[in-house]
Every structure is written in structure tokens, then in C-alpha cells.
T-cell receptor, first 109, second 116 residues
Framework: GQQVMQIPQYQHVQEGEDFTTYCNSSTTLSNIQWYKQRPGGHPVFLIQLVKSGEVKKQKRLTFQFGEAKKNSSLHITATQTTDVGTYFCAQYNFNKFYFGSGTKLNVKP | DTEVTQTPKHLVMGMTNKKSLKCEQHMGHRAMYWYKQKAKKPPELMFVYSYEKLSINESVPSRFSPECPNSSLLNLHLHALQPEDSALYLC???????????????FGPGTRLTVT
């Protein structure tokens, strides 16, 4: 079954507002990946985090891996309508690969 | 070419039919995956082929039968499906085999399957 929980499940923001989704695990993660799926589309890889406390940035997106490697976050600064979609974290552990439950982001223009 | 292609885009089949889903990539990737995604849910891993060998089967019912004819192609053969098998079936590929760790996955657009 799923081992990573994401919160919130849904987020509605006004364009220009910030957005954060959190991914939490009860066990230590070896790594975490983030994907974005647009409505009607397929998942697209965003980033992979491996090191404890790692922070990576992609333009307006900031990804963090917790110090204990049990949680991760994705923060979007000044959302745009192109950010609409569902953001999934995903993790693997030996022969198991799980997507988190996802956070659906809606951005109002 | 960083594209994974899937055919058909849509498929409607009866419970007694036999059909196949096809997936192709020309990125030289050595791992290929099948996922099932129900509406408003995350993708669920079904099968993984690593270096053309089935390396992971997530306890998928035998009415789903994967096949990897070569390193670029992946098929999913369907037989005697149930209405609850209706879903989006996604194919993905990644550079390395899963033994080395799970690389970033490139997903195809999916086949939307309806079982009547």
C-alpha cells in the first residue's frame, strides 16, 4: 500500500499567491521524486532529491527534503495559471515504487 | 527524441474480448513500466521490465499479461477484463534498470480503457 501521504488534497489559490504541498512518510525515505500531472495529461518528472536537508530550485519552484528524510515539500512562488495540475511525490524502496496521494492545485486568474 | 508513445489513445472492449496496448520509446532506456490510474487517484505500478526481463509484478491479475519484445517496445495484453479495470493505462520508461535505483521516469500519454 501507499507509504507517503500528501497534504493538502486540494488547494485553490488566486494567481500570484504562493502554494506549498507536503509529502510525509512514517519511515525514512532513500530519496523522493516529484511529478506534475496536468488535467487530462500524464505525469511529468520535476526533480529528484536524495540528500538529507537538500534544497533544489527550478525557477519559481523550490523543493526540500527533510533533515530526517521523512518528509519533503514543494513550494511554488507567485503561482500562474500554467501551474494548474496535480503534484505527486513519489518514492522508491528496493522493489517498491509509490506515488503519494497527490495535491490538486487550481489557480484562479 | 524524448517521447514515449502509446496506442491506442482510447479503447472500448467487452469482457470477452482480447486486446493489446502498445508502448514504444526510442531513448535507449532499459527499464519500462506499466501503470494503472483511476480517476482522481495516483498511478499504481503494475509491471516493470528491466533489460527486457520482467523484474516486478505487483500482484496483478493474470488477465493482464505484459510482454517486452525488445528494448524499445512494451505490450500489455488484455483478456477477460472486468468493468472495474476501466482506467487510464500509462506506460513509462527510464534510463537505467531498477536494480541500480529508480531513475526519473518518462511517461506516455496513456490509453484510456473502458470495459463494458
Amino acid at each position: 500500500g501507499q507509504q507517503v501521504m500528501q497534504i493538502p488534497q486540494y488547494q485553490h489559490v488566486q494567481e500570484g499567491e504562493d502554494f506549498t504541498t507536503y509529502c510525509n512518510s512514517s519511515t525514512t525515505l532513500s530519496n523522493i521524486q516529484w511529478y506534475k500531472q496536468r488535467p487530462g495529461g500524464h505525469p511529468v518528472f520535476l526533480i529528484q532529491l536524495v540528500k538529507s536537508g537538500e534544497v533544489k530550485k527550478q525557477k519559481r519552484l523550490t523543493f526540500q527534503f527533510g533533515e530526517a528524510k521523512k518528509n519533503s515539500s514543494l513550494h511554488i512562488t507567485a503561482t500562474q495559471t500554467t501551474d494548474v495540475g496535480t503534484y505527486f511525490c513519489a518514492q522508491y524502496n528496493f522493489n517498491k515504487f509509490y506515488f503519494g496521494s497527490g495535491t490538486k492545485l487550481n489557480v484562479k486568474p | 527524441d524524448t517521447e514515449v508513445t502509446q496506442t491506442p489513445k482510447h479503447l472500448v472492449m467487452g469482457m470477452t474480448n482480447k486486446k493489446s496496448l502498445k508502448c514504444e520509446q526510442h531513448m535507449g532506456h532499459r527499464a519500462m513500466y506499466w501503470y494503472k490510474q483511476k480517476a482522481k487517484k495516483p498511478p499504481e505500478l503494475m509491471f516493470v521490465y528491466s533489460y527486457e526481463k520482467l523484474s516486478i509484478n505487483e500482484s496483478v491479475p493474470s488477465r493482464f499479461s505484459p510482454e517486452c519484445p525488445n528494448s524499445s517496445l512494451l505490450n500489455l495484453h488484455l483478456h477477460a477484463l472486468q468493468p472495474e479495470d476501466s482506467a487510464l493505462y500509462l506506460c513509462a520508461s527510464s534510463r537505467g534498470g531498477v536494480v541500480a535505483g529508480w531513475d526519473e521516469q518518462y511517461f506516455g500519454p496513456g490509453t484510456r480503457l473502458t470495459v463494458t
